[in-house]
C-alpha cells in the first residue's frame, strides 16, 4: 500500500466503529475512529464494515481487510 498503511480489522460493534490500523514503515497500531489521525497527514473519514477511507491530503485511500 503507497500509503504505508495496513488494516487490520474493523470493530464496527460500538458506536463509533473503530479501525485498528498498522503502520508498516513504525510498526505502530492505531485504534481509530472517524475524524482520528492514524499518522501526519492522514484523516479517517470513513469506517465501514471491511473497509476504511482515508483522506490523505485531500486524497481518498481506501484500505481494505
Do not use: M, N, W, Y
Not at 1 to 23: N, T, W, Y
Not at 41 to 61: H, N, Y
Amino acid at each position: 500500500i503507497r500509503c504505508g498503511l495496513e488494516l487490520f480489522k474493523v470493530v464496527a460493534a460500538g458506536e463509533p466503529a473503530q479501525a485498528i490500523i498498522e503502520d508498516g514503515q513504525t510498526k505502530k497500531t492505531h485504534f481509530v475512529t472517524k475524524g482520528q489521525a492514524v499518522v501526519e497527514g492522514a484523516i479517517v473519514d470513513q469506517v465501514l464494515g471491511t473497509s476504511v477511507i482515508l483522506d490523505l491530503q485531500g486524497e481518498k485511500i481506501e484500505l481494505t481487510l
